[in-house]
């Protein structure tokens, strides 16, 4: 097939007076990874509804490979894995029982089913405790059995919303690499929501930032971070003791647009690469630089320039 | 629906919640047991009689009749079984993760309410069979074919009166989030059923409609609108035609006209056949079981459209 997996035009969905999402185009394209981000309230998960067809947009279509969610909604969810923002177990049953009960849910013959299962147990490191009670279950555990759930019906399109939520940082790196993995080995799209932007950023083709039920970013990484204005370069320097003879020195640097002090650390921002001499002026000025860091633009000073007025505003 | 309708099942079956049921089944068969032991010291018996029927209808000074115990406890199985079906899932988790996967929506609700439907079934006919049993082992013969015939339209009867109460539950469960809330609704509505329908609201409103009584049609009007008021409960509807079914010397239902009452006292009191008294009761069985699908349809038209949030 070649179109895209999920298309919609001028979605919108409106609680009584509360807009969630209003007019929102989207496209994923096959094999791609979607950074799907924007705080909470701005409708992500309420997309993932209705891309899924668990609530029916006010306004607007959807088409997720060529089917209605709203009225197909087993076509779609036949090669759709969904992993919710809060994933539940039947606490009474066991890791693999669950497993199993999902994968007759598909159709899935007994015997197939149960070399799939301890396949995938074996993929989210829950070998051991498959046969354990998901009432016992951390929540990072529950999140694992949660993406091998997703994985046994072999999906085209993923759907992870807020997968890293709630999860220490091993298991967010543990997770990223599994999609990535996925992404890579097996040719499966992924469409991740997230807030967590530095794990976005490193595993998503391209992302789309929400903002009131709006799109108002769309792009791939590079795109993002290159189109922003005062672009160049800033950097960070940890120094002993901070005098006011660095400081004056360091504006003093050709391409310098700016530099101020925080504690002991300053931050320059210029339009070259001044690395290497903002070491030798501090220096040269009598105190000892004890890092100095680049910080490119990243996702989150883009994704904090569109969010910081409303959480002044809140 | 297999799948979930199996599951289900085995989770009616295995879990705690089904030992009150078990407990209820053995109440009643040992209730059953104590006025057949009266029947039977009576000694007024004579051989022919219905006296299994007897077992289910007649009451022993303490003890109000079997039949009475299941239109009144019965429902409560159906509730345990149906009050949590859908709100424990969206309570879990679960519900969002059972609906992405390539299933139909209503899936998920007949799915459960034949699971729980089969379980019902299953508890009332070993309650049955259990107390015909032993009523055959305390006597000493078999039931006759009138008796298995009316004995099997009291079980169709019953199943159809616990179904609603399930289908009652599970729409509670669908509108309310809450559990504790979805059964303590349930529980109102049982109370209002089997209790209060019957012993204060048709009553009063009775006597509203007609003041005074004093003369004999006065009388007959008043027990005719207590009588139909109290037939908005199921329950009414179950007692009334359990005692037809069970009983055959019960040969009409409702308060009987003067005219009529004279017409009836001329008559000779003999038992009336099986399909007679069906006859009788066919428009309680539909009225309860319309009830239940109106139940149905009303959760169906909610739960297929809602949003399914985690």
């Known amino acids: 097939m070649t179109g895209p997996l999920v298309e919609t035009h001028g979605l919108s969905k409106h609680y009584g007076n509360l807009r969630a999402v209003e007019g929102l185009d989207l496209r994923l394209e096959e094999g791609e990874v979607y950074g799907f981000l924007g705080p909470n309230g701005s409708g992500k998960s309420t997309t993932i509804l209705m891309i899924l067809g668990?609530?029916?947009?006010?306004?607007?279509?959807?088409?997720?490979?060529?089917?209605?969610?709203?009225?197909?909604?087993?076509?779609?969810?036949?090669?759709?894995?969904?992993?919710?923002?809060?994933?539940?177990?039947?606490?009474?049953?066991?890791?693999?029982?669950?497993?199993?009960?999902?994968?007759?849910?598909?159709?899935?013959?007994?015997?197939?089913?149960?070399?799939?299962v301890a396949g995938l147990l074996d993929t989210v490191q829950l070998h051991d405790a498959a046969n354990q009670q998901v009432a016992h279950y951390s929540r990072g555990m529950r999140q694992r059995l949660g993406l091998a759930d997703v994985l046994l019906k072999d999906p085209r399109l993923v759907i992870l919303d807020d997968p890293t939520l709630g999860l220490d940082p091993a298991g967010i790196q543990w997770l990223l690499r599994l999609i990535e993995q996925m992404a890579h080995d097996q040719n499966i799209s992924v469409f991740l929501s997230s807030h967590a932007l530095e794990d976005v950023q490193r595993v998503c083709s391209r992302v789309g930032i929400m903002s009131q039920g709006k799109m108002v970013l769309e792009g791939t990484i590079e795109q993002l971070t290159a189109g922003q204005e005062g672009g160049g370069f800033e950097v960070q320097v940890e120094v002993d003791v901070t005098t006011d003879a660095v400081l004056t020195a360091l504006r003093a640097l050709p391409s310098v647009t700016r530099c101020e002090a925080t504690g002991r650390v300053i931050s320059v921002a210029s339009t070259e690469d001044v690395r290497a001499r903002i070491a030798e002026t501090v220096l040269a000025n009598g105190a000892t630089p004890l890092e100095v860091r680049s910080r490119n633009r990243t996702l989150e000073e883009i994704y904090l320039r569109y969010f910081q007025p409303e959480e002044a505003r809140a | 629906m297999t799948a979930i309708f199996w599951k289900e099942l085995g989770d009616h079956l295995g879990r705690r919640r089904f030992l009150l049921t078990l407990f209820l089944i053995v109440v009643g068969v040992l209730w059953g047991l104590f006025i057949l032991a009266r029947?039977?010291?009576?000694?007024?018996?004579?051989?022919?009689?219905?006296?299994?029927?007897?077992?289910?209808?007649?009451?022993?000074?303490?003890?109000?009749?079997?039949?009475?115990?299941?239109?009144?406890?019965?429902?409560?199985?159906?509730?345990?079984?149906?009050?949590?079906?859908?709100?424990?899932?969206?309570?879990?988790?679960?519900?969002?993760?059972?609906?992405?996967?390539?299933?139909?929506?209503?899936?998920?609700?007949?799915?459960?309410?034949?699971?729980?439907?089969?379980?019902?079934?299953?508890?009332?006919?070993?309650?049955?069979?259990?107390?015909?049993?032993?009523?055959?082992?305390?006597?000493?013969?078999?039931?006759?074919?009138?008796e298995v015939v009316r004995l099997f339209g009291f079980g169709v009867l019953?199943?159809?009166?616990?179904?609603?109460?399930?289908?009652?539950?599970?729409?509670?469960?669908?509108?309310?989030?809450?559990?504790?809330?979805?059964?303590?609704?349930?529980?109102?509505?049982?109370?209002?059923?089997?209790?209060?329908?019957?012993?204060?609201?048709?009553?009063?409103?009775?006597?509203?409609?007609?003041?005074?009584?004093?003369?004999?049609?006065?009388?007959?009007?008043?027990?005719?609108?207590?009588?139909?008021?109290?037939?908005?409960?199921?329950?009414?509807?179950?007692?009334?035609?359990?005692?037809?079914?069970?009983?055959?010397?019960?040969?009409?239902?409702?308060?009987?006209?003067?005219?009529?009452?004279?017409?009836?006292?001329?008559?000779?009191?003999?038992?009336?056949?099986?399909?007679?008294?069906?006859?009788?009761?066919?428009?309680?069985?539909?009225?309860?079981?319309?009830?239940?699908?109106?139940?149905?349809?009303?959760?169906?038209?909610?739960?297929?459209?809602?949003?399914?949030?985690?």
Not at chain 2, 283 to 305: C, E, G, N
């Open chain 1, 54 to 116: 668990l609530t029916e947009p006010t306004a607007g279509t959807v088409s997720v490979m060529g089917h209605d969610p709203t009225r197909n909604p087993t076509a779609v969810k036949r090669q759709v894995g969904y992993l919710p923002e809060s994933v539940g177990f039947y606490g009474d049953l066991t890791g693999r029982q669950n497993l199993l009960y999902t994968a007759e849910l598909n159709g899935i013959k007994r015997r197939e089913a149960e070399g799939r």
């Open chain 2, 39 to 146: 029947e039977v010291d009576g000694s007024s018996v004579t051989s022919n009689e219905f006296l299994f029927l007897r077992t289910f209808t007649s009451s022993s000074g303490v003890l109000p009749p079997v039949l009475f115990y299941i239109g009144f406890f019965g429902p409560l199985i159906g509730i345990a079984l149906g009050f949590d079906a859908i709100n424990s899932e969206r309570a879990q988790g679960t519900l969002s993760r059972l609906l992405a996967q390539p299933i139909h929506r209503d899936d998920v609700f007949n799915g459960k309410f034949l699971a729980g439907l089969v379980t019902l079934t299953i508890v009332l006919v070993a309650m049955i069979l259990a107390i015909v049993g032993l009523a055959m082992f305390v006597m000493g013969y078999s039931p006759r074919s009138e």
């Open chain 2, 158 to 310: 019953s199943v159809v009166y616990l179904a609603f109460w399930l289908a009652l539950a599970m729409t509670c469960s669908i509108f309310f989030r809450n559990a504790v809330t979805s059964a303590l609704v349930s529980l109102g509505l049982w109370l209002l059923s089997t209790f209060l329908i019957a012993l204060l609201v048709a009553p009063a409103l009775a006597d509203l409609i007609v003041p005074a009584i004093e003369t004999a049609q006065q009388k007959v009007d008043h027990a005719n609108w207590q009588l139909w008021l109290s037939r908005i409960s199921p329950s009414q509807l179950f007692n009334e035609a359990a005692q037809t079914l069970l009983n055959p010397d019960v040969r009409f239902t409702g308060v009987l006209g003067l005219e009529r009452a004279a017409q009836f006292d001329r008559l000779e009191a003999t038992p009336i056949s099986a399909s007679q008294s069906l006859q009788l009761v066919w428009p309680h069985i539909t009225v309860v079981f319309s009830l239940a699908a109106s139940l149905i349809a009303v959760s169906y038209t909610k739960f297929m459209r809602e949003e399914i949030r985690s």
